[in-house]
């Protein structure tokens, strides 16, 4: 049992997931392990492939492989509205014409497919995806429409270009009535059933230091401040926003995205969220 390598822990280049790891490692007391930072998709690969261990992923790609995979519990990305960084920027507004070609980030997994559901079910079109470096300018020299997410949609965001803007976050919200979850916490269950200690001392690290930086996110929007621009009153803004608990609300939303996912034919089965608490710690 237990490990004879260092853990492999991936973590999502983006400033939504700092709450989780910005005082990860003070709060670790693992012997040895190492964290990667990629973005989501990169991350969604390594997972798979098992190049990581344990990792924050889109929780579209846990969909795609929850038999392999459990779920550390009160830990992701979501919204209950607004997310701020999920963003579909139009040449023309959606009312009045639909877009029929959309320019999509190939950093996203959760949002290209949740793109395709608000798409055909909602605005009641099929229109053509094609994916692309997020690069809004670009994207749109080839399409209607673009999709960007995290910390270019940020910047996108504060641009004056006269583009019409939707919050995938806002509009899943009042169309539903449901939060949404984009990312879980998520360990391969080969790694959790031989190493488990490893993987909960992980996952109390990561706790501690989600429940650290909510109780005190000055240090987090003085660092966005200077490494990605803006104003504190954004930041501030921004991490008060985004829900980081995996609460009932943000599992319901994330349940029902993923039925709708099946109905689509985006994924191929079911999906049961399964937590690594009642899979590996009996002892609990
Ligand atoms: C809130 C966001 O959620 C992200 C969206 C993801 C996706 O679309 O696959 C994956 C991880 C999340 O960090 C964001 O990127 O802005």
């Not at 996108?156 to 509009?171: E, F, N, P, Q, T």
């Not at 979850?181 to 992980?202: F, G, L, N």
């Amino acid at each position: 049992m237990g490990m004879n390598r260092p853990i492999t822990i991936g973590r999502i280049d983006y400033a939504n997931a700092w709450p989780l790891f910005h005082e990860f490692e003070k709060r670790s007391t693992l012997s040895s392990y190492e964290v990667i930072s990629r973005v989501p998709s990169e991350l969604n690969r390594m997972l798979q492939s098992a190049e990581l261990d344990v990792s924050a992923i889109s929780s579209f790609s846990y969909g795609q492989n929850a038999s392999d995979y459990v779920l550390l519990p009160k830990l992701s990305v979501g919204s209950i509205g607004n997310v701020n960084s999920i963003l579909l920027f139009l040449k023309e507004p959606i009312e009045r014409r639909r877009p029929r070609k959309i320019s999509v980030t190939t950093t996203s997994a959760t949002s290209v497919n949740l793109l395709k559901i608000i798409m055909t079910m909602y605005y009641e079109c099929e229109p053509e995806y094609s994916p692309a470096a997020p690069e809004l300018e670009s994207m749109l020299e080839e399409a209607d429409a673009a999709l960007i997410i995290g910390d270019s949609a940020i910047h996108a965001s504060w641009k004056k270009h006269g583009l019409h803007v939707i919050d995938l976050g806002r509009l899943w919200h009042e169309w539903t009535g449901h939060g949404m979850t984009y990312a879980v916490v998520a360990a391969r269950k080969d790694i959790a059933a031989a190493a488990p200690e490893s993987i909960q001392a992980v996952y109390n690290a990561l706790l501690a230091s989600k429940q650290y930086n909510k109780a005190h996110l000055e240090p987090l929007i003085n660092y966005a401040c200077s490494l990605l621009g803006g104003e504190a009153a954004y930041w501030d803004m921004y991490f008060r926003s985004l829900q980081y608990d995996f609460g009932s609300e943000l599992q319901e939303g994330l349940k029902l995205y993923f039925r709708y996912s099946k109905q689509l034919g985006l994924l191929g089965s079911d999906v049961e969220l399964t937590f690594f608490e009642e899979t590996n710690l009996p002892n609990r």
